[in-house]
C-alpha cells in the first residue's frame, strides 16, 4: 500500500518527493514487484498536489526502471529493477540552475512540458515540407553521392549559395573563405580555438549566448561581459572595459540578439569596429538568426567585410535543427588556421546534410517559408509581450520579430527557487543568470515567444509577482 507524505512548504520539489518516496518504499518491499500503484488522479487527490505534478513523478521513475507503464492499465512496480537502491533525497538548492541544468531540460522528450525558455521553433514554424522533398531527392542519387567524407571546407554547391545569401546581406566573400560546419555552435569553438589561448581575455555580451561560456572556459581564458543595451553593446564599457583588460576577441550577436532580441544600428557598429581597431581584438559576430529579422538589419560583418570580423551562420533554426548545418566566414589569413582546426576535431562536416541544405536553398520555396515565419514571429512578439506585462513583469526591448523576449520579475526574487517551483507546474524557464558571463542574480528571464502564449504560464508568472508585491508591502 503506497503512502507518501509530503512537505509543500519545503524546499525539495514535489515531484522530487513523490520520486523518492515510491522508490524508497519499492527498496524497502513495502511495494512488490508487480504492484499496481494508485492511479494519477487518486495520488494527486490523496497528497493534494495537481495531477500534473503525479505524472511527471510516474514518467520519471518510469525513465528511471522503478515502474512500467501498461497501457489503458496504470503504472506498476517493474520486475527487474524491485532491488534498486532509492535515490538521495536531494534539496532544491544543491540543483543547480546554470547551462547544463537548461540543455538537459530543453532537451527531454516531455510532452507535458512548457518549455518556455527553450532556443528553437516548434514543428509547426520549421520547414518539413522542404525537408521531406529534398531528402526525398537526395535518396535518388547514386551511392557515391551519399557516401563520400566530402571536401573538407564543405559541400561546394552550398559554399556558393551561401555565398549569394551573403551578398543580399551586403556582406561580399568568396565560397573559400566559408567553412561548413556542424551547427553554429561548432562555427564558434573553432573560431575560439584558432583565436584564444589559456590565459587571454575574451569579451561577450552581458547577456550572451550561453552555451559559448562553457568552451571559453574549458579553453581557460577569462570571461568579461559587455553590458548590452537597447541599441546593442554599451560602447562606452567596451572601451574602457578594453584598455583595461586588452582582450583578444569580442563574442557578440548582432541581429535578433539572443537573448533580449535587440538590434545594433549602423552608428553603433561604426564604434565598436573603431575600438576593435583602436586596440586590436577580432569581433565573432554570431548571426544565426539573420533569416528570421523582419527587414534587413546590419550586420558587422557587412561593414568590415572581414578585416576583423569573424562571421558565424547556421540553418539549424529555421529549416530543422536536426540537420545541424553552419558556416564560418573569415578573412584569407584565417582560412587555413580554422580549416585544419575543423578537420582535426571531426574530419569533415556532414556532406548528405549541407546537400540537403543546399537542395532546399535552391528549390525556391524557402524565401517563402522565411517570410511567413517572419510573420508568424511578429505576431507572437506582440502576443507574448502583452500577456508578460500584464502577467506583471516587464519588457527589457520589444522586438518586432525573433524569437526571444527579455522580461524581468519585480523585486529581486530567488529565481532558482522561482525556476524550480517552474517546473513543479511543468514550466521550463531560462532564469537569466544563465545569460550571463559571471552568472550574477538578476530578475530578468529569456522567453521563447513560440512557446510562451499559454495560460498555465501567465497563471504562474501572476502568483509570482504578486507574491513579490506582497513581500514587498
Known sequence: MLSITLDAGGKVPLVSQIVAAVAEQIAEGVLAPGARLPSVRQLAAECSVSTLTVSNAYNRLVAEGYLEARRASGYYVAMRKAAREPPRRQAQNSVPIDALWLLQRVYEDDPNLLKVGSGWLPESHLFTDGLRHSLSALAKKPASAVSRYG???????????????LAQRAIDCEPDNIILTHGASQALDIAARGLLQAGDTAFVDDPGYCNLFPTLRALGVRIIGIPRTPQGPDVEALEAL???????????????????????????????????????????????????????????????????????????????????????????DLVERMLYLKLAGGLTSSEISEQVVHSILVDGHHRLHLARLRDKLAVAQKTVCAGLESAGLSIFHR????????????????????????MEDGIMLAPGALFRADQKATPFMRFNVTHADHPRLYRFLERVCERALREKA
Open 151 to 165: 571536401n573538407p571546407h564543405g559541400y561546394e554547391p552550398l559554399r556558393r549559395a551561401i555565398q549569394m545569401l
Open 242 to 332: 578594453a584598455e583595461r583588460y586588452r582582450p583578444r576577441v569580442f563574442f557578440t550577436n548582432t541581429i535578433l540578439h539572443n537573448p533580449t532580441g535587440t538590434g545594433c544600428p549602423p552608428a553603433v557598429i561604426y564604434r565598436v569596429l573603431r575600438v576593435a581597431e583602436d586596440f586590436d581584438f577580432h569581433i565573432v559576430e554570431d548571426d544565426i538568426f539573420a533569416g528570421m529579422a523582419p527587414d534587413q538589419m546590419p550586420s558587422i560583418a557587412s561593414l568590415d567585410q572581414f578585416r576583423r570580423v569573424l562571421y558565424a551562420g547556421s540553418f539549424s533554426k529555421t529549416i530543422s535543427p536536426s540537420l545541424r548545418v553552419g558556416y564560418l566566414v573569415v578573412g584569407r
Open 399 to 422: 522586438p518586432n520579430g525573433g524569437m526571444f523576449v527579455w522580461a524581468a520579475l519585480p523585486g529581486a526574487p530567488d529565481m532558482e527557487a522561482v525556476a524550480h517551483q517552474a
